[in-house]
């Protein structure tokens, strides 16, 4: 039989800008907290290499099993190129229709293959597939047909020298798991495959595992080239096989299946073609009277897998992933030609922290990273732009204190065009957003438009430019409070609002923000107010960043400092005891 030139084809080739994505059966979004907080953490650590051990115990303990009977891969479709290239070289049955990438390892790797062709929905029976085959290659539940093969059919395809591969990369997202041979009594000539990248959305890691036959266990891992699996996949297969990250797992399996009869139902009203029983987190369908439904989703907005390419399936045939109710009203509308679907934009205002790139959180990180659109300040951690993916478009909006300025209003529209164009448009701000940064009006404006707007909370420069120049904002004994204030105005200025001579009184540290061409004036009306002239101050100047400045004087004094010093915006000064300490090692 010959190979199909399309065994290549996989559903992150039918996705694109401005499609909503049913054709990658990956969770979308970004793995839960305390997933991406395993990653990261190994990324700390990256300077050390891989190191395998814990992952496999965890994946062992997971599944009951030994060491030995486990192999920690880069994906699932690593493992299927270590049995290519591990177990001694035979001849393969592959049933189909199934994942490709199986038999385009095998083929790859020299073997002879046999197809064994079921169809949707056909019963496997241990009678066709040749004696000879040493290898037995079927997916359980069969992705793209949902088929579940009840274990003893497939424990009824075990024989002396032949190997049975069960690729259960979408086993996790059956409730309970019950076909399983993960947990098999006795895996002797079994190796099962499994998946983590769908569950947790972590496509981008790869992070998958063999298990089974320790002999053919064995034979795999002397293939595996040395450290393939880097150390973040590793902790998050740690994280991911904890007792919690099952039991969420498998809650996840339930509403997946929920939501997927609901869309069976409404498929079959339409008069589309199921497979009876199927499982899994994606329906294989496809309706007599429509045979260019692929395309015509693609013309909507919608993409799906198109299943033609599956040796087996005729043409027509389209899987698509089961999503949330809301993602499954828009694939109707599609359907049902009722309108264009595109993919709700939104805007999310992060704070980038102080300095070049170093001080955002990682909820921020997360949301540049799946921005469309970044929509930037002068102040924020540009650094971070060089690493967005190719396709975002970053738009700088800066406002320098004496510079080219775009006005609030042209920011604001930006926002709301590009979200309502259906974009993930990030507001990337320095410090925090709601600090001096104007954040509101722009949740004003996009709450106008009818636009949904999240906030990235960030480190403000109040806190953290004093704290990189190791000046505490409180510390016990000293003060008791800090007051932030925007010196952008002098004192005697009729638009100022700030009482002077109260926080003059005040007793707690102030931190002055926009203040540096005010600075003569703010200390002169401090003074004039009350506070000694030798109380502790001092100036930070672009915080965080490789040139930044520090002075340290008194209430008397820095003004004049500042300006010997030729001190430029950004900077931030500290008045009050905590401004002379430094802390000495002793
Ligand atoms: N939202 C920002 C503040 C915006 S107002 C935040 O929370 O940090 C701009 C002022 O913040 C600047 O004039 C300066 O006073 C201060 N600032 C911001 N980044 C700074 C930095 N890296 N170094 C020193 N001051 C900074």
């Avoid at 000539?189 to 053919?216: E, H």
């Avoid at 045979?291 to 599956?310: C, I, Q, S």
Wanted: charged share 20%; with cysteine.
């Amino acid at each position: 039989m010959t190979s199909a030139v399309d065994l290549l084809h996989h559903g992150d080739a039918e996705t694109g800008p401005g499609l909503l994505d049913l054709a990658v059966n990956v969770r979308p979004g970004p793995p839960p907290q305390w997933l991406t907080a395993a990653v990261l953490s190994a990324c700390a650590r990256l300077d050390s290499y891989p190191d395998p051990r814990a992952a496999t115990a965890a994946v062992a303990a997971r599944h009951g099993r030994a060491d030995g009977e486990v192999l920690v891969t880069a994906g699932a479709a690593e493992a299927f190129t270590l049995v290519a290239h591990g177990l001694p070289r035979g001849h393969a049955a592959v049933v189909h229709p199934q994942f490709t990438e199986p038999e385009a390892a095998l083929r790859a790797a020299g073997w002879p293959i046999t197809r064994i062709p079921l169809e949707p929905g056909q019963p496997l029976n241990a009678d066709l597939v040749p004696d000879a085959c040493t290898l037995v290659v079927v997916g359980n539940p069969t992705n793209p047909t949902g088929t579940l093969h009840p274990r003893e059919v497939l424990t009824a395809l075990r024989r002396p020298g032949r190997v049975l591969l069960v690729d259960e990369a979408f086993m996790d997202a059956v409730p309970g798991e019950p076909e399983s041979l993960a947990g098999a009594a006795d895996l002797t000539g079994v190796l099962v495959v499994r998946s983590l990248t769908k569950t947790w959305g972590l496509a981008g890691l790869r992070i998958g595992y063999l298990l089974g036959d320790p002999g053919a266990v064995a034979a795999c891992a002397r293939v595996q080239p040395r450290w393939s699996v880097s150390a973040p996949a590793l902790s998050a297969a740690v994280a991911c096989c904890a007792p919690d990250a099952v039991a969420q797992a498998a809650d996840h399996a339930r509403e997946l299946t929920a939501a997927r009869e609901k869309l069976r139902a409404q498929l079959t009203d339409r008069g589309f073609e199921l497979v009876t029983d199927s499982v899994g987190p994606f329906l294989l369908t496809r309706h007599p009277a429509r045979p260019g439904l692929h395309a015509e989703l693609r013309g909507r907005g919608v993409a799906v897998r198109r299943a033609d390419t599956f040796p087996g399936l005729g043409p027509g045939w389209i899987r698509i992933s089961v999503r949330d109710d809301d993602t499954t009203a828009l694939l109707l509308d599609a359907l049902d030609d009722t309108r264009h679907v595109r993919p709700a934009g939104t805007v999310t205002l992060v704070g980038g922290g102080p300095g070049q790139n170093g001080r955002i959180t990682v909820d921020g990180l997360i949301a540049l990273q799946r921005a469309d659109v970044v929509v930037t300040d002068h102040l924020a951690p540009r650094g971070l732009l060089d690493h967005l993916p190719p396709h975002v478009t970053v738009i700088d909006a800066a406002k320098h204190p004496r510079g080219p300025a775009t006005p609030q209003e042209t920011i604001n529209r930006l926002l709301v065009e590009h979200a309502g164009a259906g974009r993930r448009v990030v507001r990337l701000k320095g410090g925090d957003p709601f600090v001096f940064g104007r954040g509101y009006e722009e949740i004003e404006a996009c709450a106008a438009a009818g636009i949904a707007v999240d906030v990235c909370p960030g480190v403000s420069s109040a806190i953290a430019g004093p704290a990189v120049a190791g000046i505490p904002v409180t510390h016990r004994g000293s003060t008791q409070g800090f007051t932030v204030v925007s010196g952008h105005l002098p004192p005697d200025h009729p638009g100022s609002t700030v009482d002077w001579s109260a926080l003059a009184r005040g007793g707690t540290t102030l931190v002055v923000l926009m203040g540096v061409a005010t600075l003569g004036a703010i200390t002169a009306k401090l003074r004039a107010s009350g506070l000694p002239g030798d109380t502790p101050a001092a100036v930070v100047a672009d915080a965080g960043h490789h040139d930044q400045r520090q002075l340290r004087g008194t209430l008397d004094s820095i003004a004049a400092d500042a300006e010997a010093a030729a001190i430029q915006p950004p900077a931030i000064t500290v008045i009050g005891a905590v401004a002379a300490l430094r802390p000495e090692p002793r």
